[in-house]
């Protein structure tokens, strides 16, 4: 038998198996699982890489303690970053590119009007204003966009009579519309703080100077809604003519007197606070409160009546104001204390008695010269406040008559 022998280099294969097309194709087929298991085995090690890198980005998360995204609208903070910036150091030019929506908040500014509070430190003096222990919180208060804000007060009624069917009707009265203007004036604060404190990042700047403007504005508002004189600020309550309640006229505050000059009733205390409370109109007694200061409030609470009971009660819940004969008390200590001729307490419906008009707006400009090395902030904010119904407020005067 005859060895077979090897085809010379370059030579073409022409056995039988070679030339079989079953062979080819199961070649191919070898070749196309090979490609598949690499592209697999590719894909595989991008997608471990994928989530290697995933897990790596949440840890980091957790670490910096980053907050979660929010689907929920986010406010812009572009005037809030703006104003922080002027505040701390001056630069006005991201101020002088904003303008916001709404009449009242344009950021447009003039030579010296200063910039506009952002929304978020005027909304934090707003609600501290609203918390200080001033008639404020339960008189009318209204947003006005003008220098004044008048009220309309019908001071008389109709006239009316019984007629007959076939009898002749007469002529009734005619009511008498009263105009009642309250100007608006500007209330100024002026803190400081020095440029170094402005320079500490760690500082919030808005948050302080949002409470200094607060407590100097809320101081002389409080006074002011009891005590003012008109003259560049708000008319107070006791500012108008106090007249005996038996005597009362349109244009002034009727009192009803203890009996004693300077002090309660030895004998009958309490019927003073309860003649107060009648002297007040029906109409207006449901929506009545009362108005004292800390040291009347310490006389008033020990009054009993007939049956040996507390006029006094204190609030049931948190935040309930302290109620006398049912009627909440609010604690004003710009209130006089009593004393010879004093009207030291008041009783009313405040909401229908008492108008504070204001703008809502609040400006501040910078003054980093004048009191140098200290930043002077120059706050301002236009309000007013006057009696709106002469007929709503009763004082309780402590004299013999």
């Known amino acids: 038998m005859s060895t077979p022998q090897p085809q010379a280099r370059g030579a073409i294969d022409v056995s039988p198996a070679a030339s079989n097309p079953a062979t ?24 471990n890489q994928q989530e290697e890198r995933l897990t790596m980005l949440d840890q980091k998360t957790q670490t910096t303690g980053r907050p979660a995204l929010s689907a929920s609208y986010e406010v812009d903070l572009s005037h809030k970053s703006a104003m922080e910036t002027y505040v701390r150091n001056g630069d006005d030019d991201a ?14 500014v003039n030579g010296d009007g200063g910039f506009l509070v952002d929304p978020q ?19 009318n208060v209204v947003n006005v966009e003008s220098t004044s804000y008048d009220v309309l007060i019908d001071t008389s009624d109709i006239g009316s009579g019984w007629v007959s069917e076939t ?14 203007s309250i100007p608006l004036y500007e209330l100024s604060a002026l ?3 020095s440029q170094r404190l402005l320079d500490d990042a760690a500082f919030d700047i808005e948050s302080w100077l949002a409470a200094r403007i607060a407590d100097k504005f809320a101081g002389s508002e409080a006074s002011a809604f009891i005590n003012g004189d008109g003259v560049d600020k708000p008319t107070g309550i006791l500012a108008h003519a106090q007249v005996d309640n038996d005597a009362w006229v349109w244009g002034a505050l009727g009192y009803v007197a203890t009996g004693t000059n300077g002090g309660f009733d030895t004998f009958n205390p309490a019927d003073a606070i309860v003649e107060l409370v009648y002297a007040l109109g029906a109409q207006y007694r449901s929506n009545g409160a009362f108005v004292m200061n800390s040291k009347t409030a310490g006389q008033v609470r020990k009054l009993k009546d007939a049956d040996g009971r507390f006029l006094w009660s204190d609030g049931l819940a948190a935040g309930e104001p302290a ?12 209130m006089p204390d009593i004393a010879s001729d004093a009207a030291a307490i008041a009783f009313g419906d405040f909401k229908a008695g008492y108008t504070v008009a204001e ?31 002469f007929a709503a407020i009763k004082l309780l005067k402590f004299s013999v008559s």
């Open 359 to 389: 703008r809502p707006d609040v400006r501040i400009l910078r003054d980093p010269f004048s009191a140098k090395p200290h930043v002077l902030f120059y706050a301002t904010k236009r309000v007013g406040g006057d009696v709106s119904d």
């Open 323 to 334: 109620r006398l004969m049912g009627y909440p008390v609010l604690v004003a200590e710009d």
């Open 121 to 139: 430190t005027s909304a934090t003096i707003q609600t501290v204003l609203k918390s200080t222990a001033s008639i404020r919180s339960i008189a």
């Open 95 to 108: 101020l002088r590119g904003l303008t916001l929506e709404g009449k009242s908040m344009s950021t447009a």
């Open 191 to 193: 803190p400081k703080a």
């Open 167 to 180: 009898g002749a009707v007469g002529e009734t009265s005619t009511p008498t519309i009263d105009r009642i």
């Open 24 to 47: 080819h194709v199961k070649s191919a087929l070898a070749g196309f699982m090979r490609d598949l298991k690499d592209f697999q085995s590719a894909i595989d090690t991008k997608l």
